[in-house]
């Protein structure tokens, strides 16, 4: 008995994100606080110098679908809408140093699939990385390819979500022979990055709405089906939450659309607000599949 609650002890609590060690805090903070510092040097330097002017300038330069002024002659041609990209990054720093944390802590047969394949946690956050920086990057420059670049982003953290939420429901493919069974994280992994790089390739003949939308239902019956697999196993309100702020992020940027939110000088934007909810809700949704306590 006591070695049973050990091991439950051992696999359970401390997979969680309050207690993770401080220097996971201090790498994910002190990265971001270093990037973000690098970035205001970055406007103060070219605040008002047009070093976009030489690309192909995309529809939101001429005919912006949302509210903020554009200062066409700037590095940053709308500043909330690309400052506010800084959410995805904080949220992918901050699950690549939990990816760290879990390959040196080496977690024990049982413990939740999320801390056992740390490799997973390090393509969630590469993918919000990614996000942040091309979604920050069409904001900033509202260049053709900048947009291009965003839409397909928007795809990899969901991506990433639902081959983490996969991998968790089959984490092991029997081979037979001596090997027995081999991990799907591969798999899994280079899937997501394969239909990522199509999506971007083939962004101009495809309705970014319908795909979005497709991958976000594929996401929600993969957590679907863990609850029905483990009811137990999940933390179901950090879905819930996860979905709220989905929710609250359409209705911002939906309200910003149709000019109802702030005037184009607020240093609060609709879409602002769209970047900083789905980051949460995509966070929520990496806590609640995280929140797996194992076998």
């Known amino acids: 008995m006591e070695s049973t609650s050990a091991a439950q002890e051992s696999c359970g609590p401390d997979l969680k994100i309050n207690r993770l060690p401080l220097w996971v805090h201090g790498v994910a903070w002190g990265t971001f606080a ?8 970055v406007f103060l330097t070219y605040r008002d110098v047009n070093v976009w002017e030489s ?4 529809k939101g330069l001429r005919n ?5 002024a554009i200062y066409e002659h700037s590095v940053f041609r709308t500043r909330a809408n690309t400052w506010s990209n800084l959410a995805y990054v904080f949220v992918g720093l901050y699950t690549i140093a939990i990816a760290v944390y879990d390959r040196r802590r080496m977690w024990p047969k049982g413990s939740g ?10 393509l969630f956050g ?3 990385c990614y996000l942040g920086f091309a979604s920050g990057l069409m904001h900033a420059s509202l260049t053709r390819w900048g947009q291009q670049l965003d ?6 953290p969901i991506l990433a979500l639902i081959a983490i939420g996969i991998g968790a429901l089959c984490p092991r493919v029997p081979v037979g022979g001596r090997v027995g069974s081999l991990p799907t994280w591969p798999v899994l992994a280079g899937l997501t990055i394969v239909i ?3 999506l971007y390739a083939y962004k101009w003949s495809m309705s970014s709405t319908i795909v979005l939308t497709t991958l976000i239902l594929i996401l929600l ?4 089906l863990h609850v029905m697999r483990r009811p137990r196993g999940l933390a179901v309100r950090w879905c819930v939450i996860s979905i709220v702020a989905l929710l609250a992020a359409v209705f911002f940027r939906q309200i910003d659309i149709a000019g109802r939110f702030t005037g184009p000088d607020a240093w609060l934007q609709g879409h602002t607000l769209w970047h900083i909810f789905t980051a949460t809700s995509l966070g929520m949704g990496y806590v609640y599949f995280r929140s797996e306590r194992g076998v």
């Open 34 to 41: 270093a990037l973000t510092l690098l970035l205001v040097v």
């Open 55 to 58: 690309w192909r300038a995309g």
């Open 64 to 68: 912006s679908s949302y509210t903020e």
């Open 113 to 122: 699939y999320i801390a056992q394949t740390p490799v997973m946690t390090g």
């Open 126 to 128: 590469a993918a919000c």
């Open 151 to 156: 839409v397909a982003s928007m795809y990899a």
């Open 196 to 198: 990522d790089t199509l």
């Open 221 to 224: 019956a993969v957590g679907g």
